[in-house]
Every structure is written in structure tokens, then in C-alpha cells.
């Protein structure tokens, strides 16, 4: 198996559960977490180094020009990622009894892997 599939698969799974944890909690509101801070989006851009990951020789990486836009797309996926971190941290930041919850960062260390192994894709299988 090449070394990029189980790192673009494992970084997706826990971009997903990210999502489920909360990224800020409010004295009055509660908690809210990455469905309700509107975080989804970052998932999208995933999708083509996901697919490349489940489809085609295991033991292969992706072709230049397909894990190319996998992992373009994955670095936007990533830029939107880091955007939702300061929003979380900025709209916790003048509240009174709020905290910064652990959504956020999770969300963008997955991400981030995502981009890794997309990068990893394109390097030719060790002998």
C-alpha cells in the first residue's frame, strides 16, 4: 500500500469527527460546534484526494495531474480550515466566560494531514 492512502483517509475520518466537537462555548448560547459554526465546507475540497485514495493500485500513488488538483484543492480546503480556527478563537476572545473548544484545531491538524498525503501521492512508491 502506498504510504499517501492510509494518511488521506485517516486525516478525512477525524476532519469529520472535528466537525461533532465544539469549537467555542458560550455562557448563554452553550456550545457549538462545526455543523453550527458552518466548518462543512472544508470537507468538500477533499473529496478528490479521497476518491484517489480509494480507487485505482494500492500500492501506486495518484498520476501527476490528478493528485495535483487533489492536493491544490486540499490546500484550499486547509485555507478555509485555518480561517474557521480565528474565526473560533476571535469570537471567543471579548466574550465573557467563553472558551475556545477543541473542534477547531482538530479540524485543521486533519486537514492538514489530507495535504500531507495528498503531497506524499505524488511520490513514487519506495522500492
Do not use: N
Not at 492512502?5 to 448560547?29: D, E, I, K, Q, S
Not at 460546534?33 to 478528490?48: E, F, I, Q
Not at 486540499?74 to 480561517?83: I, M, P, R, T
Amino acid at each position: 500500500m502506498h504510504a499517501s492512502r492510509p494518511v488521506v483517509l485517516a486525516g478525512t475520518v477525524f476532519a469529520v469527527l472535528a466537525l461533532f466537537l465544539p469549537f467555542a462555548r458560550f455562557p448563554v448560547v452553550g456550545s457549538v460546534d462545526g455543523l453550527g459554526s458552518d466548518a462543512w465546507p472544508a470537507l468538500l475540497p477533499l473529496v478528490p484526494a479521497v476518491v484517489i485514495a480509494l480507487l485505482g493500485d494500492w500500492t501506486q500513488g495518484s498520476r501527476p495531474f490528478t493528485g495535483t488538483v487533489a492536493l491544490v484543492l486540499a490546500c484550499g480546503g486547509l485555507l478555509f480550515a485555518v480561517v474557521k480556527f480565528a474565526d473560533a478563537l476571535l469570537s471567543v476572545r471579548d466574550v465573557v466566560g467563553a472558551s475556545f473548544g477543541t473542534g477547531a484545531p482538530v479540524l485543521m491538524v486533519a486537514v492538514a494531514a489530507v495535504v500531507a498525503g495528498s503531497a506524499l501521492a505524488l511520490r513514487p512508491p519506495a522500492a
